[in-house]
């Protein structure tokens, strides 16, 4: 749908004249030049995996992965530069200390020891290269927010604690009623500052986007939400979080969000992706290490995608499981350096100590490792990451994938 600018009433009469004359001109003036394709305007809306931290520097290290490098070359220029979209432009607020606008290329992700791409990056390029229109990305994304409290929409109701929590703060000796008073404050903020900043933006296209043409008018096209891992990991708001239904409440919150964020944007059936978080892969593939989490993090998977399984939803919400573009390859790599570790600790502090000078130890330690892994091997372990797993291991082969997958899965909804 094509989102109209509000008209203020007339009277009557100068209604009447005002279509008089329009009429009257319509019959002399020649016909106008038919409008342009509408802007196609895309939000992007989550937590700090919405905001990206996989750096540049870990591009290179898609060439290796068959399922990367194409795509590595849709993400650069022949000179190895970072692309810069012509058709597709960002106004992004929460990943820096300002907004941030222009055409979309590298450095929308996280700002903090940039630059890194999020799932925007690839979700322009890919949407680009799918629609012949132009396009505009709306980003709001803030690291460390819950849906449960930061998120909260506005018709689900105060946040409320259970007894648990209640109890607990007792016998803290919290004061109980400072913390409600903090949490209802908190209490859908980040909300409200997405749907500010989405309204202000459509207020005024030109500002962020300085081809626009009001002629061909815009439309609200997609939202994609990748957000979670707050969520997930409070066993507070979730005490039952490793039993079926244990976040229950995810999902009901999650679809009063969907229907929040339609009204608020006068937009009934906007599209709306799910970005299900997938940290670690699939869960029928954890190791033993990870086998602890696989109850919890299946459950909290199974709400994230429930809204899209609702029958109200039906044609117009999506999700999409960020587990499959999981690195299996790269985790492999570095459970066999684990195997090494031990090694590589005694150099270091032999090194720390004295007992070994600094040059030697670089040797010993690059002879080990060369011991241990081919070339290739070498490259993806060290060149292919650039944070922990919960950002997904800051891989821009992974969230490329991510930003891409999050674009063929809107794309269907705007044909």
Not at 83 to 96: D, F, P, Y
Not at 126 to 152: C, N, V, Y
Not at 161 to 180: A, C, H, P, S
Not at 196 to 206: M, Q
Request: a neutral charge.
């Amino acid at each position: 749908m094509i989102t109209k600018c509000k008209r203020i009433r007339q009277p009557a009469l100068l209604l009447a004249l005002a279509t008089i004359w329009l009429n009257q001109s319509a019959q002399s003036a020649p016909a106008a030049e038919p409008a342009g394709k509408p802007l196609k305007v895309f939000i992007l809306a989550g937590q700090s995996n919405m905001q990206g931290h996989a750096k540049v520097s870990t591009f290179d290290a898609m060439r290796l992965n068959p399922a990367t490098a194409p795509l590595l070359k849709q993400m650069r220029n022949p000179d190895g530069s970072p692309r810069v979209c012509e058709k597709v432009w960002i106004t992004s607020i929460g990943s820096a200390d300002a907004e941030q606008t222009g055409r979309l290329t590298v450095g929308y992700g996280a700002a903090a020891r940039g630059p890194k791409i999020g799932p925007e990056f690839t979700f322009g390029i890919t949407m680009e290269s799918l629609i012949d229109q132009p396009i505009l990305i709306i980003k709001t994304a803030w690291g460390g927010k819950s849906l449960h409290t930061d998120f909260r929409p506005p018709n689900a109701g105060p946040y409320e604690f259970n007894e648990t929590q209640l109890k607990q703060f007792q016998r803290q000796g919290k004061d109980i009623v400072q913390i409600k008073a903090d949490k209802t404050k908190a209490t859908g903020h980040y909300y409200r500052l997405m749907i500010d900043h989405v309204e202000k933006v459509l207020a005024d296209i030109g500002r962020v986007y300085p081809d626009y043409d009001a002629k061909q008018g815009f439309e609200l096209a997609g939202f994609v939400w990748f957000q979670g891992w707050n969520d997930m990991v409070d066993g507070g708001v979730y005490p039952s979080r490793d039993q079926p239904g244990g976040y229950d409440q995810y999902s009901k919150l999650l679809t009063q969000f969907i229907h929040d964020v339609r009204n608020d944007l006068a937009s009934p059936k906007l599209p709306f992706v799910i970005g299900v978080m997938g940290v670690g892969g699939p869960t029928d593939h954890y190791g033993p290490e990870q086998q602890r989490y696989t109850a919890v993090h299946q459950n909290f998977r199974d709400a994230m995608a429930a809204p899209a399984g609702l029958l109200e939803f039906k044609g117009n919400v999506s999700a999409v499981l960020t587990e499959d573009y999981w690195d299996r390859e790269v985790v492999r790599l570095q459970e066999r350096e684990k195997i090494i570790k031990p090694r590589l600790d005694e150099i270091a502090k032999s090194i720390k100590a004295g007992t070994t000078q600094r040059d030697e130890g670089q040797v010993a330690i690059n002879n080990l490792y060369a011991a241990n892994f081919d070339e290739r091997e070498l490259e993806i372990l060290q060149q292919s990451t650039s944070n922990a797993a919960y950002h997904y291991l800051g891989s821009a082969g992974i969230m490329a994938q991510i930003g891409k997958g999050f674009a063929e899965a809107t794309v269907q909804f705007t044909k």
